[in-house]
Protein backbone atom coordinates (compact mmCIF):
# COMPACT_ATOMS: atom_id res chain seq x y z
CA UNK A 1 0.00 0.00 0.00
CA UNK A 2 0.76 3.53 -0.76
CA UNK A 3 0.96 5.92 2.63
CA UNK A 4 -0.55 9.34 1.80
CA UNK A 5 -0.97 12.17 4.08
CA UNK A 6 -3.39 15.13 3.30
CA UNK A 7 -2.76 19.17 4.02
CA UNK A 8 -4.67 22.33 2.88
CA UNK A 9 -8.21 22.13 4.41
CA UNK A 10 -9.56 24.99 6.63
CA UNK A 11 -11.84 27.46 6.98
CA UNK A 12 -13.14 29.76 3.96
CA UNK A 13 -16.70 31.44 3.52
CA UNK A 14 -18.94 30.56 0.90
CA UNK A 15 -17.61 31.50 -2.67
CA UNK A 16 -13.77 31.09 -2.16
CA UNK A 17 -11.36 28.47 -3.00
CA UNK A 18 -8.99 26.29 -1.21
CA UNK A 19 -6.30 23.88 -2.98
CA UNK A 20 -5.85 20.27 -0.64
CA UNK A 21 -2.80 18.56 -1.06
CA UNK A 22 -2.32 14.56 -0.82
CA UNK A 23 1.61 13.78 -0.59
CA UNK A 24 2.19 9.95 -1.27
CA UNK A 25 5.15 7.58 -0.37
CA UNK A 26 5.79 4.15 0.14
CA UNK A 27 5.27 3.16 -3.92
CA UNK A 28 5.50 4.05 -7.25
CA UNK A 29 2.65 6.90 -7.40
CA UNK A 30 2.22 6.78 -11.19
CA UNK A 31 1.13 3.18 -10.84
CA UNK A 32 -1.67 4.52 -8.91
CA UNK A 33 -5.11 5.79 -9.82
CA UNK A 34 -6.03 8.74 -6.89
CA UNK A 35 -9.07 10.24 -5.36
CA UNK A 36 -10.57 12.41 -3.49
CA UNK A 37 -14.02 11.48 -0.70
CA UNK A 38 -15.82 13.58 1.49
CA UNK A 39 -17.91 12.63 4.56
CA UNK A 40 -19.84 15.15 6.46
CA UNK A 41 -21.25 14.97 9.94
CA UNK A 42 -23.78 11.90 10.07
CA UNK A 43 -23.53 11.04 6.21
CA UNK A 44 -21.88 8.33 4.88
CA UNK A 45 -18.61 9.01 2.76
CA UNK A 46 -18.75 10.29 -0.75
CA UNK A 47 -17.27 9.96 -3.86
CA UNK A 48 -15.26 14.03 -5.14
CA UNK A 49 -12.94 12.90 -7.40
CA UNK A 50 -10.62 10.79 -9.05
CA UNK A 51 -7.65 10.80 -11.61
CA UNK A 52 -6.02 7.95 -13.84
CA UNK A 53 -2.54 6.93 -13.27
CA UNK A 54 0.38 7.30 -14.95
CA UNK A 55 -0.23 11.28 -16.63
CA UNK A 56 -3.79 11.66 -14.91
CA UNK A 57 -5.09 12.32 -19.03
CA UNK A 58 -8.44 11.13 -17.80
CA UNK A 59 -10.37 12.75 -14.70
CA UNK A 60 -13.79 11.98 -13.41
CA UNK A 61 -15.88 13.86 -11.01
CA UNK A 62 -19.11 13.89 -8.91
CA UNK A 63 -22.06 15.74 -10.41
CA UNK A 64 -22.37 17.94 -7.64
CA UNK A 65 -18.57 19.81 -7.73
CA UNK A 66 -18.33 19.00 -12.14
CA UNK A 67 -16.61 22.43 -13.02
CA UNK A 68 -16.08 23.58 -9.66
CA UNK A 69 -13.75 21.27 -8.62
CA UNK A 70 -10.35 20.06 -10.22
CA UNK A 71 -8.07 17.22 -9.69
CA UNK A 72 -4.31 17.06 -10.96
CA UNK A 73 -1.08 15.09 -9.98
CA UNK A 74 2.33 16.05 -9.98
CA UNK A 75 4.14 12.59 -10.46
CA UNK A 76 7.25 13.88 -9.54
CA UNK A 77 6.32 15.44 -6.65
CA UNK A 78 4.05 12.12 -5.35
CA UNK A 79 1.24 14.30 -5.22
CA UNK A 80 -2.38 14.59 -6.16
CA UNK A 81 -4.13 18.35 -5.52
CA UNK A 82 -7.89 19.24 -5.51
CA UNK A 83 -8.61 22.59 -6.53
CA UNK A 84 -11.83 23.69 -5.32
CA UNK A 85 -13.85 26.73 -6.41
CA UNK A 86 -17.01 28.95 -5.75
CA UNK A 87 -17.07 26.30 -1.91
CA UNK A 88 -20.58 26.19 -0.66
CA UNK A 89 -21.61 25.41 2.81
CA UNK A 90 -22.94 21.95 1.63
CA UNK A 91 -19.15 21.00 0.64
CA UNK A 92 -18.15 21.37 4.38
CA UNK A 93 -16.86 18.26 5.39
CA UNK A 94 -13.92 16.18 6.21
CA UNK A 95 -11.70 15.23 2.89
CA UNK A 96 -10.31 12.27 1.94
CA UNK A 97 -7.49 11.36 -0.44
CA UNK A 98 -7.42 7.85 -1.63
CA UNK A 99 -5.51 5.39 -3.72
CA UNK A 100 -5.94 2.11 -5.74
CA UNK A 101 -2.85 0.60 -8.10
CA UNK A 102 -3.51 0.27 -11.83
CA UNK A 103 -6.09 2.04 -14.12
CA UNK A 104 -10.10 3.42 -13.01
CA UNK A 105 -12.88 4.59 -15.34
CA UNK A 106 -15.70 6.12 -15.27
CA UNK A 107 -17.35 2.69 -14.54
CA UNK A 108 -14.80 2.63 -11.78
CA UNK A 109 -14.14 5.52 -10.41
CA UNK A 110 -15.33 5.99 -7.08
CA UNK A 111 -14.72 2.20 -5.98
CA UNK A 112 -11.98 -0.05 -5.14
CA UNK A 113 -9.53 2.07 -3.54
CA UNK A 114 -7.40 0.54 -0.58
CA UNK A 115 -5.02 3.05 0.46
CA UNK A 116 -6.55 6.36 2.93
CA UNK A 117 -5.30 9.26 4.50
CA UNK A 118 -6.60 10.89 7.58
CA UNK A 119 -8.23 13.72 6.28
CA UNK A 120 -8.24 16.97 6.25
CA UNK A 121 -11.25 19.38 7.28
CA UNK A 122 -12.70 21.83 5.34
CA UNK A 123 -15.19 24.29 6.63
CA UNK A 124 -17.39 26.94 4.28
CA UNK A 125 -19.38 29.59 6.24
CA UNK A 126 -22.40 30.61 4.30
Known amino acids: QVQLVESGGGLVQAGGSLRLSCAAS????????MGWFRQAPGKEREFVAA?????????YYADSVKGRFTISRDNAKNTVYLQMNSLKPEDTAAYYC??????????????????WGQGTQVTVSS
Open 98 to 115: AAKLGATSAASAAVGFDS
Open 26 to 33: GRTFSNYA
Open 51 to 59: INWGDGANT
